[in-house]
């Protein structure tokens, strides 16, 4: 079956280190996006690539970067930078056609040890 | 300025009925989708509906339809026959198509709890 797999599905940091969450898709979506959802609240867009090798950044880039190597991947890090990474974190990609949804990863819970 | 606006924080509803979920959006692009998605606690994000801004009729997928009322720029989930599964969080989203990047707005959500 296509989807999206997110791994790990639970992970911790502890202070100062960077962290990278896993993101596979196998649905041949050109674009990919990264969100963090924190509680009760809506999604907020971190990074997002329309092709490989490209990225840009969303509206909560700070502390975060990404790569996008090959077309099926778009693993995330969290940085030490990220003052406040406590948060749920979901990964989506898309077809690219105006009508055409986002699907989704199930996502990867974050907490500082 | 937000573009999504969900005003109804959390909702309940009783089983067999039908719920409202309201939703409001800015933008000055003519060419737009709304889309709307269910989160159950698990945390997966389920693609329910999509209305585009040019489409002369209101979607509608199964218990799913949208009130889509372009003038006043609101979008609204209607739930026909709720079902103790339906109880979840719904976010209502906008995809702006002049920046040809396909990123997705999303409101703050509606949680809704189906009571048996």
């Known amino acids: ?113 | 300025a937000q573009k999504i606006t969900q005003t109804q924080p959390g909702m309940f509803v009783q089983e067999k009925e039908a719920v409202t979920l309201d939703c409001t959006y800015d933008t000055s692009d003519p060419s737009y989708g709304l889309f709307w998605y269910k989160q159950p606690s698990s945390g997966e994000m389920i693609f329910l509906i999509y209305q585009g801004s040019y489409d002369q009729q209101n979607a509608t997928e199964g218990r799913y339809s949208l009130n889509f009322q372009k003038a006043r720029k609101s979008a609204n989930l209607v739930i026909s026959a709720s079902q103790l599964g339906d109880s979840a969080m719904y976010f209502c989203a906008m995809r702006e198509l002049w920046t040809n990047d396909y990123k997705l707005s999303f409101g703050a959500g509606t949680t809704v709890t189906v009571r048996a």
């Open chain 1, 1 to 113: 079956d296509g989807g999206i797999t997110q791994s790990p599905k639970y992970l911790f940091r502890k202070e100062g280190q960077n962290v990278t969450l896993s993101c596979e898709q196998n649905l041949n979506h050109d674009a990919m996006y990264w969100y963090r959802q924190d509680p009760g609240q809506g999604l907020r867009l971190i990074y997002y690539s329309q092709i490989v090798n490209d990225f840009q950044k969303g509206d909560i880039a700070e502390g975060y970067s990404v790569s996008r190597e090959k077309k099926e991947s778009f693993p995330l890090t969290v940085t030490s930078a990220q003052k406040n990474p406590t948060a749920f974190y979901l990964c989506a990609s898309s077809s690219g056609g105006s009508n055409q949804p986002q699907h989704f990863g199930d996502g990867t819970r974050l907490s500082i040890l």
